[in-house]
């Protein structure tokens, strides 16, 4: 089964800025959607930027445009995520999301869209 490990995160103050980084193993280097989603306590999953590999398109949530960058490493499988200027409701759990080779996402992405998850790693932004 493909695995996804993220690494980064972690805590910043208010303002500050964060990375995360994925990679898919046991996933071939194809075109395919991947991104990063963030639940907070109590909360569903909720896409926060994703990236179409290989192409470039991106989606970013209404509260993260202008402040996250999303982009693709030096393979298909890898995704990165820069986030500047962060705010104290960026906190949550970020997880790495990919979907199959072929999928279409019209509109905000939503997490049954994505059929591989990450771990999901901290992000904590004190006021």
């Known amino acids: 089964l493909p695995e996804m490990v993220e690494s980064g995160g972690g805590s910043a103050e208010a303002g500050g800025s964060l990375s995360l980084s994925c990679r898919a193993s046991g996933l071939s280097n194809d075109d395919r959607y991947m991104g990063w989603f963030r639940q907070g306590p109590g909360n569903s999953r909720e896409a926060v930027a994703v990236i179409l590999t290989g192409v470039g398109t991106t989606y970013y949530s209404i509260a993260t445009k202008g402040r996250f960058a999303v982009s693709q490493g030096d393979r298909k499988t890898i995704v990165n995520l820069q986030m500047n200027n962060l705010r104290p409701e960026d906190s949550g759990i970020y997880y790495c999301?990919?979907?199959?080779?072929?999928?279409?996402?019209?509109?905000?992405?939503?997490?049954?869209?994505?059929?591989?998850w990450g771990q999901g790693t901290q992000v904590t932004v004190s006021s």
């Open positions: 999301a990919a979907a199959r080779r072929g999928r279409e996402i019209h509109g905000r992405p939503q997490a049954p869209d994505f059929d591989w």
